[in-house]
């Protein structure tokens, strides 16, 4: 299937805070929209401007107070110190949780396993992150693995920048029905539960 055409209908919320880490945001964001999907920037606050790490801006299309994770079929969470600005918005939290329970794809990289241990839905799953917060991961409940890209269940993570290509390759699988479960060979991303 041509690739602007794998992730037509979906919809994809990207999470925004100031001194987000720049290709983590970026990287992802162009490249769901290259696939088809509708990638919307979602921040604490509609209209405002939040910029990167390297002073990089985006400006947030709506307000987390104004979303629900129902509404998604994917929430990707850039890295960089964003993360650390975005748990402490409750909203953030509670869209990065429920979105998660909705077995929505969640998808994390660099210093996103924080909003991931912040949500509180890291218990017993396989993750990475970048190695300096690998100790939150692993107290949160995850078992921490150093790879490139881990997928467990709904759960999609990454290290650092360099892995954004199999990050991203996996999401769009995960979103195109591409990934399915060992056991019953159902999508393991269909939204619904299968296990």
Request: aromatic share 8%.
């Amino acid at each position: 299937m041509p690739l602007a055409k794998r992730l037509e209908g979906k919809n994809i919320a990207i999470l925004v805070e100031d001194m987000y880490e720049d290709l983590e945001l970026w990287y992802p964001l162009l490249r769901m929209r290259e696939a088809g999907a509708k990638v919307t920037v979602v921040g604490p606050q509609a209209g405002q401007t939040y910029t990167s790490k390297h002073g990089y801006p985006v400006q947030a299309e709506t307000s987390v107070h104004k979303v629900q994770a129902r509404q998604f079929d994917a929430v990707i969470i850039p890295g960089g110190y964003a993360p650390d600005r975005m748990r402490r918005h409750p909203d953030m939290v509670a869209l990065v949780r429920e979105a998660a329970r909705q077995n929505k794809v969640v998808a994390a990289i660099c210093h996103a396993g924080w909003m991931l241990a912040s949500a509180e839905v890291l218990r017993g799953k396989k993750v990475t992150g970048f190695f300096a917060i690998k100790d939150d991961l692993i107290h949160a409940g995850a078992d921490y693995q150093d790879a490139e890209v881990v997928v467990d269940g709904n759960l999609i993570t990454s290290r650092q920048p360099e892995d954004l290509p199999a990050f991203c390759q996996a999401i769009i699988a995960a979103l195109a029905g591409e990934v399915r479960c060992p056991a019953c060979q159902m999508p393991l991303y269909s939204g619904q539960p299968w296990d």
